[in-house]
C-alpha cells in the first residue's frame, strides 16, 4: 500500500475535471449528480461511493474497481494513523 495515498477525490479534481478544462458544476452535470455532493468529494470531505465510480467508469474515467480501490486504500492508510484497542486473536483456548 502506498505511504500516505492522496484521497480519490484529489486525483479526480487535478487528473480529471482540472486536466480536462471543466468546472465542478460541468463534471457534476455530467455525471448525473448535484454540483455540492460532487464537490464535497474533489475536496476531499467525501468519499468515492460505488454509485459515483460506477459513473465515473461509465463517463470513461478508469474503472469503478480502481476508484474504490484508491478510496479503500486511503481509508485504511487513514485508519491505521489512529491508535487501535488491544485486540485478541480469535482462536480457541
Known amino acids: 500500500m502506498m505511504h500516505n495515498p492522496p ?9 480529471v475535471i482540472d486536466a480536462l478544462g471543466l468546472s465542478v458544476t460541468e463534471a457534476a452535470e455530467r455525471l448525473g449528480m448535484s454540483r455540492v455532493a460532487l464537490s464535497r468529494v474533489v475536496n476531499c470531505r467525501a468519499a468515492i ?12 474515467v478508469s474503472s469503478a474497481r480502481a476508484w474504490l480501490a484508491m478510496q479503500t486504500n486511503y481509508d485504511l492508510w487513514q485508519a491505521r494513523q489512529h491508535a487501535q484497542p488491544d485486540i485478541r486473536p480469535f482462536r480457541a483456548e
Open 49 to 60: 461511493s460505488p454509485d459515483l465510480a460506477i459513473r465515473l467508469e461509465m463517463a470513461g
Open 7 to 15: 484521497h480519490p477525490g484529489e486525483l479526480l479534481r487535478e487528473d
